[in-house]
Nanobody, 118 residues
Framework: QVQLVESGGGLVQPGGSLRLSCAAS????????MGWYRQAAGKQRELVAS??????NYATSAKGRFTISRDNAKNTVYLQMNSLEPEDTAVYYC?????????????WGQGTQVTVSS
């Protein structure tokens, strides 16, 4: 009942910037935690940043470079990425944590490729 669609990925040179967007459909409330994860080739998926009302969290590698934000009226979460490095190359996934009677459930988008290369 929840769908997430990411966009904004692409090829960028080191030091460049990208803004990722994640549009959500369904009943998403402002207190639901939403986040961005990434998975590089040959590596495990890792948290990049998350956000709920009044709270943000960042991976150490993202602090000072990435900013997560959300527009609750549009059910959209963003990830502004600056000073990109080759190590940031990965498929970036949006997710939302939805409470259920049996517990929390994570919904994922299809992912958007970010490639940082000269």
């Amino acid at each position: 009942q929840v769908q997430l669609v990411e966009s904004g990925g692409g090829l960028v040179q080191p030091g460049g910037s990208l803004r990722l967007s994640c549009a959500a459909s369904g009943s998403i409330f402002s207190f639901f935690v939403m986040g961005w994860y990434r998975q590089a080739a040959g590596k495990q998926r890792e948290l990049v940043a998350s956000i709920s009302r009044g709270t943000t969290n960042y991976a150490t590698s993202a602090k000072g470079r990435f900013t997560i934000s959300r527009d609750n009226a549009k059910n959209t979460v963003y990830l502004q990425m600056n000073s990109l490095e080759p190590e940031d190359t990965a498929v970036y996934y949006c997710n939302v944590e939805v409470p259920r009677p049996t517990g929390k459930y994570l919904y994922w988008g299809q992912g958007t490729q970010v490639t940082v290369s000269s």
